[in-house]
């Protein structure tokens, strides 16, 4: 069992705020991201739950026990960094049983650990090369392989994909993925690429400027963000926000208009809007729940801008009085750059946020 509660957690350097007040649970054999951009405090996070960074107030959980004081190689877990960390000098086996030989493991444990770590890796036959005789990918294996070996109760993963390159960087979120199932472990992992997020987590906590934003499963994030910087930091093109005004036409209609567009609310969504929504809203619609040339009643008319082929889709650029927004279509839509077309907003996929504050609208 590895479940563990930060309570109230803040990091100062200085006068910054590095981690605001963070109270976050992960649950025993999860895969939790902490996502968000550079300077977000997600590091910092990692790093005082592994003990490498001591709190400025707050404590840290382990399993029910009070851990805020336990020096790191009494915390029964093991890190994987972006920079791999592997020793030049040394041999990939010996780098993957460096830390079980500083434990004083037996020499025939160490042999059997070190062989079934790089059987799980896919690099037993790199045991006898050394790092600079890797690709980067293997190196990033061998560092997964060094932590797996000490067969911890955590894992903690720095943002360990970002100096791999795209195509490789998809194989090892597959590999990953498979590597917390076949362990049954609990892993927190760091990034900045919300596409690994919505891949690989159970759930995933969205950070900003060292607080949380919000905390759900990758559908959760996605579906229902809850403010405007988790909707447009979460999804690739990010979602469209458009200023508008919302007018209610009884308790199951209403529409929201805006410079160019007039868009209907069905009845789902006007029984999840707040009652104390303001009619100053920015309305949020993804690229993909954009329909492009529709024969529905247009939401608005566009200007094809710029034409994106990216081999399964086809990303447009739009123009609507001067407001730009991205549409996802089949990648067999023939309109070119210049062209009028009509543009529907599918009602079932709108997002409606408080124009000052941010904060959604929308209810459950």
């Known amino acids: 069992m590895a479940k ?23 649950a025993d054999r ?11 405090g997600k590091t910092t996070t990692l790093n005082i739950i592994a003990g490498l960074e001591t709190r400025t107030s707050g404590t840290v959980w382990f399993d029910g026990d009070e851990v805020t004081h336990v020096p790191p190689e009494q915390r029964d877990i093991a890190m994987v960094f972006q920079t791999y960390a592997l020793y030049p000098h040394m041999k990939v086996f010996d780098n993957i049983a460096f830390g079980l030989r500083m434990r004083n493991v037996p020499k025939s444990d160490v042999e059997k650990r ?27 294996r061998v560092a ?52 690994e997020s919505l891949i690989m987590s159970d759930r995933i906590v969205v950070m900003k400027a060292g607080g949380i ?40 209609t209403g529409q929201v208009t805006g410079a160019g567009f007039t868009c ?7 029984k999840r809007l707040s009652h104390s929504a303001t009619t100053s ?16 009643t247009p939401t608005a008319q566009a200007t094809v801008a710029v034409r994106e082929p990216m081999g399964s ?32 907003f599918d009602s079932n996929k709108l997002h409606l946020f408080d124009g000052e504050t941010g904060r959604t609208l929308l209810e459950g």
């Open 264 to 270: 209907e609310m069905n009845p789902l969504l006007m």
């Open 144 to 195: 997964l392989a060094r932590a797996i070996v000490r067969d911890p109760k955590v894992f903690l993963l720095d943002e360990p994909l970002s100096n791999l390159d795209a195509q490789l960087r998809v194989i090892m979120r597959t590999e990953l993925k498979r590597l917390h199932a076949e362990l049954d472990k609990t892993f927190v992992y760091v990034t900045h690429d919300q596409a």
């Open 213 to 252: 934003q919000q905390v759900g499963t990758p559908d959760e994030i996605y579906n229902q963000p809850t403010n405007t910087f988790v909707a447009t930091f979460v999804g690739s093109p990010p979602i469209n926000l458009l200023e508008g005004n919302l007018k209610r036409i009884n308790e199951s």
């Open 114 to 140: 070190v062989l079934l770590a790089a059987r799980t890796m896919d690099i037993e036959h790199l045991i006898q090369r050394k790092p600079r005789e890797l690709s980067g990918g293997q190196r990033q």
């Open 313 to 344: 889709d086809l990303y447009l650029t739009l123009d609507i009085q001067g407001r730009s927004i991205k549409a996802r279509t089949r990648p067999d839509v023939r309109i070119d750059r210049g062209e009028v077309v009509p543009i529907y």
């Open 281 to 296: 809203v920015r309305l949020g619609i993804r690229p993909e729940d954009i329909e492009v040339g529709t024969v529905r």
């Open 30 to 40: 999860e895969f939790l991201t902490l996502l968000g951009p550079s300077g977000c």
């Open 4 to 26: 563990i509660r930060l309570d109230h957690l803040t990091k100062q350097f200085g006068d910054v705020v590095a981690v605001d007040d963070v109270t976050l649970e992960v």
